[in-house]
């Protein structure tokens, strides 16, 4: 076995363990990243590229549970679930229900509120460090309602938006014409978030991640955590052919990060919220800004070359392969939107790490401050990576 020692242990390369891996780097720490794939292939490659300073509405809403069956048993709806997953996914589906009730609710809206808030200003601040500032785009992102009754039942979650202080404005069928024209009439209007930022190219911004990682001097080992424990000086990780000993580690292997925290006696309500996305390769994508048709559960993203298609969610497990259903509902929806699109040059199929009460899990772990968790990030995890490294760094520090 190869023996690796050093100060700290970041366990998953995706865009929470990258941006970590960074902001520890930057605080004059040693650290080692832990990673099987090439970094920040997972969910961080294939995400919507949205830095969504305005998604503070977790997705248990008590309007979700009351439609809970309908919602997962009917074939053309954006959230679907495996009959197979069902015995697996009942404790986490329970806790979902719980923290759909209106108490939870309000409380893990506030809580995502407080970490979205400065999402872009931090995200300006990160690509700039990363290489990135020409992939990041200031258009703001927009909402559409079928009709007039569709946005009118949005009217909760705009409240809520507006009681955080998120900035949104309310656009007529006209207005959002205005905006975006290559769309088709959506007689219930939007909803825009001039805050919004986005990127053009997640998979290259994952790229300069880790090359800047990489050249401010943090070492990656490839390979896949197996074990972690705690030993008398300090933390010990077994990782293919590496025995690797660290004073902290930070659990940040996105989905698959249960197994590893139950490992040291944190055992934590983490499932997947399957994702899927299109691409068509073309030149000029018909819309400036990340487009959400709210009756789909997508967004469609313009992005350099190609539009990608990327949403959905699907409770399944980690296990299973791509839903062919699914694949081919999202090409026929994203035809309803624009029917010239023809066959999808690329499609994909990613893993969510999602809570049941979508706020992520950044904090010490139960056992001490040796072991930090930082994963759970389900819809908002490229959004929030800056932030999560910031508190990750300050919980080292106290
Ligand atoms: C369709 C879709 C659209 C999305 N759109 C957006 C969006 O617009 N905006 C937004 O903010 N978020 C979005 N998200 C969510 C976002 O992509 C995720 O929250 C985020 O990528 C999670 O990052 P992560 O680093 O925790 O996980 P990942 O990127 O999945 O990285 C985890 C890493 O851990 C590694 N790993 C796993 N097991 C081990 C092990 N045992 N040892 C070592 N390493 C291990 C994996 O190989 C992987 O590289 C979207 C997600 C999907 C699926």
């Known amino acids: 076995m190869s023996r690796i020692s050093t100060d700290i242990a970041v366990i998953g390369g995706g865009v929470i363990g990258l941006a970590i891996a960074l902001r520890l780097r930057a605080d004059g720490r040693e650290v080692v990243v832990i990673e099987p794939n090439e970094p920040g292939s997972g969910a961080s490659y294939g995400n919507a590229g949205t830095i969504a300073d305005y998604a503070v509405i977790p997705v248990g809403t008590p309007a979700v549970l009351r439609n809970l069956p309908s919602l997962l048993l009917n074939a053309r709806s954006p959230l679907s679930i495996r009959a197979s997953a069902l015995p697996t996914l009942f404790p986490w589906l329970a806790r979902f229900a719980y923290e759909s009730l209106p108490h939870r609710f309000r409380e893990n809206t506030r809580r995502i509120a407080e970490l979205v808030s ?10 700039a460090e990363i290489g990135a500032s020409d992939l990041l785009s200031a258009k703001g992102c927009l909402y559409l309602y079928e009709t007039p009754k569709a946005f009118k039942a949005a009217a909760t979650d705009i409240d809520l938006r507006r009681f955080h202080g998120v900035g949104q404005e309310l656009l007529s069928a006209d207005e959002v014409h205005r905006l975006e024209p290559r769309l088709p009439p959506f007689e219930g209007g939007g909803l825009f978030f001039p805050g919004a930022l986005n990127l053009s190219d997640p998979g290259e911004a994952m790229h300069r991640l880790t090359a800047t990682v990489r050249w401010a001097g943090v070492q990656f080992v490839k390979a896949s955590a197996q074990t972690i424990a705690r030993e008398a000086n ?22 698959h990060s249960q197994r590893l925290a139950a490992q040291i006696d944190d055992p934590v309500s983490l499932d997947t919220e399957r994702g899927y996305h299109i691409e068509f390769d073309m030149t000029h994508p018909p819309i400036e800004r990340p487009v959400c048709p709210t009756a789909l559960g997508f967004y469609l993203c313009p ?23 699914l694949l081919a509902a999202l090409v026929e929806n994203s035809r309803r939107v624009f029917p010239d699109l023809g066959e999808p040059s690329r499609t994909w199929l990613g893993f969510r790490p999602s809570m049941p009460n979508s706020v992520p899990v950044i904090r010490p772990s139960r056992g001490g401050r040796d072991v930090i968790l930082a994963f759970g990030h389900g819809h908002i995890g ?14 080292l520090d106290a």
Do not use: C
């Not at 400065?118 to 690509?127: K, L, M, P, V, Y």
């Open 118 to 127: 400065d999402a872009s200003a931090a995200w300006e601040e990160f690509a």
């Open 234 to 255: 300090g933390i010990r990780i077994i990782a293919g052919p590496f025995d690797i000993r660290a004073q902290t580690a930070i659990i940040s292997a996105g989905a």
């Open 382 to 395: 490229l959004t929030l990576a800056p932030r999560t490294a910031r508190l990750v760094s300050a919980i």
């Open 303 to 325: 992005m350099r070359g190609r539009l990608r298609v990327a949403g959905l969610v699907e409770l399944g497990g980690l296990g299973v392969p791509a839903n062919q259903r």
